[in-house]
């Protein structure tokens, strides 16, 4: 019996990573609690567990009198003539062990033990789904799709199941159960009922960590990602920023043919990946920001974080974007207020004369190479 008490405890340890000291323990707290429960107390008791034959010993320390009449606690209290039995040079004020026999405990006694052994295995489960979870906490991982709990979404990510809440999910996107997909861990909480798992579709970390998974410039720390604004389904603004000056950190973030990009815009469900290269100078970066449309002139105010953007008439709608998408996710990227104005309407602005400032700019030096720049419309 011991030896299959041994196997099992290895079992549980292999399939639910339980250490097997652990569950010793709660065995031996187990025996406590009987102990405790039959007869009604157990200070003096004692538990010892053999970890490789699994043999238990439970026993009192009782205290050695004289006589039978000495005896005011049998549990605590033992004569000299039944201590000698156990111990032959036992002497009246020794410790003497004496055992316990389990098999003494009564039916109720052994349902407690049972129980506290089981919780304790519970716990320990829990526990150890929650470490494994908490280490992943703002990382991206693949999961199930398991059923729709309301307008939630039940995840799950193998040992544990994990929610994708309403306002976590992105608008338009629709999932069939057994569906896999890649979802940010936003949160791991710890709760009575187990790790509670929060994930997300719609964070612009989602979007980071696809990358640097797929770029292998941006494992190595060659290529960094500066900044990045998303509107989640719709599109996303990528500032990158390369530490070789032999790598196009924009180029390696697309891969050849648009592989790299194209395999992440595949997991976000078609949503448009801008990536432009990160610039110190705020005027460099706020015109890369704002590609594809072309930039006469930009002033910016580092103190004050804004910017005024002068472009061609004809490239007004696009800088501005549909609904103003382009403009805002530049600015969130930049993270200036910017004011983007026509040359008909900046020239008719009181104030904003831009032509003071054009000997400023060189007109090659903020190109973009359109390869990797997708074509804006006029939307």
């Known amino acids: 019996m011991n030896k299959e008490l041994v196997e099992a405890l ?13 569950l010793f323990t709660a065995i031996e707290d187990s025996l ?15 538990v010892e567990i053999d970890r490789e034959t699994g043999d238990f010993f439970v026993y009192a320390e009782k205290t050695v009198v004289e006589k039978q009449d000495d005896v005011e606690d049998d549990l605590e209290q033992i004569t000299l003539e039944d201590a000698k039995k156990i111990a032959k040079k036992a002497e009246v004020g020794d410790i003497v062990k004496v055992e316990i026999k389990s098999k003494e405990f009564g039916r109720i006694a052994i349902q407690i033990a049972k129980n506290v052994i089981l919780q304790k295995i519970r716990e320990e489960e829990r526990s150890v789904i929650y470490n494994q979870f908490n280490e992943k906490e703002k990382q991206v991982v693949t999961g199930i799709v398991q059923r729709y709990v309301g307008k939630n979404i039940s995840i799950n990510l193998g040992k544990a199941d994990a929610l994708l809440n309403e306002t976590e999910q992105v608008k338009g996107e629709n999932f069939k159960p057994t569906e896999r997909i890649k979802v940010y861990i936003v949160e791991v909480k710890n709760t009575n009922k187990g790790p509670r798992i929060l994930v997300s579709r719609t964070h612009p970390e989602l979007v980071k960590k696809l990358f640097e998974a797929e770029v292998a410039e941006l494992q190595d720390g060659t290529v960094e990602i500066r900044s990045i604004a998303r509107e989640a389904g719709s599109r996303t603004k990528m500032a990158v920023w390369s530490n070789n000056p032999n790598v196009d950190p924009v180029g390696a973030c697309v891969g050849m043919n648009g592989a790299r990009v194209n395999s992440i815009v595949d997991e976000l469900r078609g949503e448009k990946i801008d990536i432009v290269c990160w610039d110190e100078n705020p005027g460099n970066l706020i015109q890369n920001a704002l590609s594809p449309a072309k930039i006469v002139a930009v002033f910016a105010d580092p103190d004050e974080k804004t910017a005024k953007v ?7 709608s696009l800088a501005i974007g549909k609904e103003g998408q382009n403009a805002r996710l530049a600015a969130r990227l930049t993270g200036y207020k910017i004011d983007i104005k026509s040359e008909t309407q900046a020239k008719d602005a009181p104030g904003f004369r831009y032509e003071d400032y054009m000997d400023e700019y060189d007109e090659d030096e903020y190109e973009y190479d359109e390869e990797y720049v997708e074509e804006g419309s006029e939307e």
């Open 10 to 22: 290895s079992i549980l340890e292999s399939e639910k990573e339980i250490s097997k000291e652990t």
């Open 32 to 46: 406590l609690i009987a102990c405790k429960n039959h007869f009604g107390k157990a200070d003096n008791v004692k």
């Open 310 to 316: 002068v472009v061609p008439d004809y490239q007004l």
